[in-house]
């Protein structure tokens, strides 16, 4: 796969980066064509240690928001209502890219949470229902059977009351581009008062 085809408005290894908002959404849209992207997803803990976990990127708005879901009684969502601030990461080996977003985590607005949870496919929809001690803690057999019988109760599923939409806003943007014959480039982007801080930085 040609990397420069995938990513379109791209990192130009001679250019300062202009928009980074952009760019974000260029590499974002065009990162695999198919499903959703996967990302790592950093927050801190009750003792201050960062916690990783990935969740799928639900979306990034024209604002270079990204928004994910997951369940209000999660360790996730009691950590980012403690301390609402994130980082999240998305690499693509094969294209040799890696992208990193640190900021602010807010609420996403209700309607956009009820639209993600609509098109989330069928499996995830359930999962968001039956995602609680009690079905984890079960054995298989019993667990097969909650989620069965729940299925085939119900044609259409509305979001749960725990079902939870966040956004965060970045403060912070890298972009990485690696490079077959030359060192990578590393663009380091840090949103100012101004507008945006672009550097250039090893690594
Ligand atoms: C491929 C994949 C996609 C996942 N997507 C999500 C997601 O979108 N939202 C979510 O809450 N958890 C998702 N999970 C589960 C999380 O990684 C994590 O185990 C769970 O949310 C509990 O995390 P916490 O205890 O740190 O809150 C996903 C896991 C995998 C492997």
């Not at 708005?61 to 994130?86: M, N, V, Y």
């Not at 496919?121 to 667990?143: H, I, K, M, S």
Request: proline share 7%; hydrophobic share 40%.
């Amino acid at each position: 796969m040609n990397p420069d085809e995938t990513f379109g408005y791209d990192v130009d290894p001679d250019e300062a980066v202009s928009d980074p908002i952009g760019l974000l959404r260029s590499w974002l849209a065009r990162c695999d064509g198919s499903v959703t992207p996967l990302m790592t997803l950093s927050t801190i803990d009750e003792d201050g240690y960062p916690d990783s976990r990935h969740v799928l990127l639900s979306r990034c708005d024209a604002e270079g928001r990204i928004a994910f879901h997951t369940d209000a009684r999660s360790r996730k969502a009691a950590q980012l209502r403690a301390i609402p601030r994130a980082s999240v990461a998305v690499v693509w080996p094969g294209l040799a890219r890696q992208l990193v977003v640190t900021g602010d985590v807010g609420e996403e607005d209700p309607s956009d949470q009820t639209d993600a949870y609509g098109r989330r496919p069928r499996y995830l929809q359930l999962l968001a229902w039956l995602n609680d001690e009690d079905t984890a803690g079960a054995v298989l057999a019993q667990r097969r059977e909650a989620w069965a019988s729940f299925d085939a109760g119900r044609a259409q599923l509305a979001a749960p009351p725990t079902w939870l939409g966040r956004l965060l806003t970045p403060r912070r943007i890298v972009f990485w581009r690696g490079e077959a014959d030359a060192p990578s480039n590393r663009v380091l982007c840090t949103r100012t008062d101004a507008g945006w801080s672009v550097v250039r930085r090893p690594g």
